[in-house]
Each structure stands twice: as C-alpha cells, then as structure tokens.
C-alpha cells in the first residue's frame, strides 16, 4: 500500500490527460479521491510505525544503489501533514481555478507533484530521495508559468536556475557521501556510521554541499530569490510552494541530512550545529525585516515564509529533545497557518481582483470568512495565544535556554515583535479601514461565483479555508496529533 501513494498519483495524471479539457466532474472527482485515498493509506500506516513494525521495501536493486522506501516516525510525520493538506489544496483549486486555462496541464503537474512529494518522504537512501527530490522540481515549473504572462516566465526561468542548481548540490554532495561511506548512501539512524572515519575537512565540504543544495529549497537567505518571484503563480500554488510540498521538502532535506547522514554526535563533534545556525538566525531576522517594507499580501506572505523556515532549521540543528521537537511541530504547525493565510489572501483576490495591503481596507464586512482566516493566521504565525504558533515558539525558547544560548532564544522574542509590525497592517486596514476592499467585491471581474452568490466565495474555497482555520486553533489550544508523531520522530532521531 506504501507504494501505492508514491506511484498512483503519477498513473492518475495519465488518466486527467485522458480526459481532458471537457470532462470536469469526472477528473475534480478523480482528484479529490485520489487525495483523500492518499491520507488515508499514510495514516493506515501510524500504529504500525509507532510499534516498530514497519521494515523497507525495495523496489530495484541495482549495481551502484537501490530504489528503496521506508516509513519512519518522521516521513510518517510529514506524510500525514503533506497528504491531509493535499485535499484541501485539491478542493480549493478546483474552486480558484473554475474557468481558468490550460486546466489538464494544471491538475496533472499538481498530481505529479502528490507523487513526487511522498516519494521523497519515504525513500529510504539518498539516491531515491534525489529522484524524486528532481521530479518535484521540475512539476512545479508549469504551475510557476501558469498565467504565461512576461513576469510568470520570467519567474519561472529564476526558478529553475536555483532549484536546479540547488539540486546539482545535492547531487554532487550524494557523489562525495558514496566515495567517504564506501558505498552507504541509507538513511540511518545515528547517521551513517562510514563517515566517522572521514577527514574533518572532507565533511565540511559534505555539509556545505548539502547545505546549499536544501537551503534553495528551504529558501535561505540568499537562496530564496525564487521564492518571492514565484507568487506571481496562482494561488493555490503559493499554497503548495510556501504550506505543503516543496519548501517542506527542503526542511525534511535538512532533518535527514543532520541526523540520519551526519548524526546527531558527529555533527557535535564537528560544531556543525554552530555553523547552520549562523545562516538561519540571518535569514530570520533579515526576512521579517524584508517583510516589512512589502506592500503586496503574497509578496508578504512570502518573506514570511522564508522567515519561518529557519526556525525549523535552528531548532532542527541545535540537537536539543526540546527544541527538536519546536522544529517539528512547527514544521506542521507553520503549514496549517501559512495555508491558512494563502488561501485567505486567495479568496480576497479571486473576489476582489486586489492585491495589495491598503486595498483591504473595511473588506471584514463583505467578506468575513477570508479576513478572520487572516487574522488568525496572521495572529499564529506572530506566535500570539491561542493559535498554534506559540506553542511551537515556547519549546524554541526553552530548548535554547537548557542549552545555555538564551541569545538563540532571544532571536525569536525578536522575530515575533517584527513578524507582529507586518501582520498588524493588514489586519488592522480589513477590520478598521474604510469601504475601499468591500466596494471592489461587486467589481471584481475574475471570479465566476454569480454577484448574488449567498457566500463571499465559492464552498470549494470556503470550506477548506474554514478547516484550516479552526485547526490553526485547535492546534493552539491541545496540541494534538502533530505532538504524538513528533514525540515518536524524536525518538528515532536522537536514539538514547
């Protein structure tokens, strides 16, 4: 069944090019089951994974590696995030892109991508994620084009230079891990166990390989040039670029790469902890102050995300159970509101054709739904009660003080009074401007909801935003299912 979620995505998109333009109901259906199928099966998996039961499955085994897979508390983790968001992403771009372009090309590139995601969770050496690692990639090149204007190509060509240039990274430093490990390119815990034997200077040149082949893809500063670019795409696309799929893979990337490549005690001994936190507390700050001179919402919502991804990769790298476990409940955490944000900003552009920030203003009368998504989404990811983001932010803070660094603590103390200057604008222009945003939802010429809809978007659209938005709260206030599997991850990471 494992198999099943890698490789049935990349049948389904054969059967939407089938189909083609016409038939919508029958390919909207085959999407929304196929993503629905996909959680599923991932969460089928849970007990067995929590008990230790589940062992690799290798499906070629050929001379210089095999094509295997696995499934482990952390791809369970991030399996169960990437393939239960996968449906709501689904629903809503059937509901966002209802009487765009090129549809058939859309859907099947997205599908592709469902496929390409769960191969990287679950592969279970270096040469397997790389495949599909390339794969992604590549399908998410005619999602960053889809509106074929100048700036999309434009976008689009900048996307593939750092992403494939990031991936070339990667390559080599797999090449470099073949030639120290004798041939061991496994995930394993405690790292691969070869690379004890290899010349300080020789791992230096691994992480730094690595490093800057995952840090285009977790969009480290100054990597994430790409990023930004890519909001000119629809969307429910920003929505798989920042919530879902492909920065998430560069911060899995970043988890593997520390503790089942290097492992957690030579990457100590090596004060390669040190060494990563240097570019993440950089691109923290540097990118909530970026954010703060952006007038466009996705604009903003970009720096935001790059803002948070190092959070993830600070608390990954510090080696600490506490502050660990920050980075993969805020891993998930970050996710839910971020799409949260994504798809509120969405419904407000779909409906009103604006995208910048003072254009919101009074748009909490007109559309209530999207603005309080918003605001709560806004609210999280500043790391204010009761939304999930600051119980992720606490564990940042105490892990960092039980190891003595409170400066490392204090760069989120930081980070959330700057992360509040940027969210506050929009917020505030929504509830307490004037009636400049709730004029323009009459006027708007791109949605295809009829002006006497009852509902200030289409239920493909509003429904996921909703969901989405009580979990951002729920998450805030018990926690949940994200702190059994995290708990679970740490476990096999940090091995006692």
């Not at 405690?190 to 040149?205: C, D, E, F, H, R």
């Not at 730094?208 to 429910?236: D, E, N």
């Not at 429904?463 to 949940?480: E, H, N, Q």
């Not at 994200?482 to 096999?492: D, H, K, L, Q, T």
């Amino acid at each position: 069944m494992l198999l099943l979620t890698i490789f049935l995505p990349f049948v389904i998109t054969l059967v939407i090019l089938l189909l083609g333009e016409k038939r919508i109901y029958a390919r909207n259906g085959i999407l929304m089951a196929i993503s629905i199928f996909e959680f599923v099966v991932v969460l089928s998996h849970s007990q067995a994974v929590l008990a230790g039961k589940l062992s690799p499955m290798t499906l070629a085994d050929l001379d210089f590696f095999t094509l295997t897979f696995n499934v482990d508390p952390l791809s369970l983790l991030l399996g169960s995030l990437i393939s239960f968001l996968w449906i709501f992403t689904t629903s809503y771009s059937i509901g966002y892109m209802s009487g765009e372009h090129a549809l058939v090309r859309y859907f099947s590139s997205l599908t592709v991508c469902l496929g390409a995601t769960m191969g990287i969770i679950f592969s279970a050496n270096l040469m397997t994620f790389f495949i599909f690692y390339e794969i992604l990639t590549i399908a998410v090149y005619p999602l960053v084009i889809h509106e074929e204007t100048e700036e999309a190509y434009r976008a689009g060509v900048v996307y593939m230079v750092y992403l494939l240039s990031g991936g070339t990274l990667v390559f080599f430093g797999i090449i470099l891990t073949y030639y120290l490990s004798g041939g061991n390119i496994t995930f394993t815990i405690g790292g691969i166990p070869q690379l004890v034997k290899a010349s300080p200077a020789m791992l230096y040149l691994l992480l730094f390989l690595f490093s800057a082949g995952f840090g285009v893809k977790a969009a480290i500063i100054p990597l994430h040039v790409w990023l930004p670019r890519a909001m000119v795409a629809p969307t429910p696309v920003s929505a798989l670029l920042h919530a879902v799929a492909v920065v998430n893979m560069g911060l899995y990337a970043f988890i593997r790469m520390i503790y089942n490549i290097f492992g957690p005690a030579l990457f100590a001994h090596l004060k390669m902890n040190n060494i990563l936190a240097v570019p993440a507390v950089f691109t923290i700050i540097l990118a909530a102050i970026a954010a703060l001179r952006m007038d466009k919402i996705k604009k903003l919502l970009a720096y935001s995300t790059i803002n948070q991804l190092s959070y993830v990769i600070l608390g990954a790298s510090s080696l600490h159970p506490i502050a660990l476990l920050g980075a993969l409940v805020h891993l998930v955490y970050h996710s839910v509101m971020k799409i949260t944000l994504f798809y509120s900003a969405g419904t407000i552009i779909k409906r009103t054709g604006k995208t910048k920030i003072r254009e919101m203003s009074g748009l909490a009368k007109t559309m209530p739904v999207a603005c309080a998504g918003f605001a709560i989404g806004a609210l999280g990811i500043s790391g204010l009660p009761p939304i999930a983001g600051w119980v992720s932010k606490w564990y940042f803070v105490k892990g960092f003080l039980e190891l003595e660094r409170p400066w490392l603590g204090a760069v989120f103390i930081i980070s959330t009074i700057l992360e509040i200057g940027f969210f506050a604008p929009p917020v505030l222009y929504a509830y307490f401007g004037g009636n400049i945003g709730s004029q323009q939802v009459q006027e708007n010429k791109h949605t295809n909801a009829d002006d006497d809809c009852r509902f200030e978007a289409p239920l493909d659209m509003l429904i996921p935003l909703a969901v989405v938005t009580i979990l951002s709260v729920t998450f805030g206030l018990f926690g949940s299912l994200p702190f059994v599997f995290g708990r679970a991850a740490i476990n096999s990471l940090l091995p006692k």
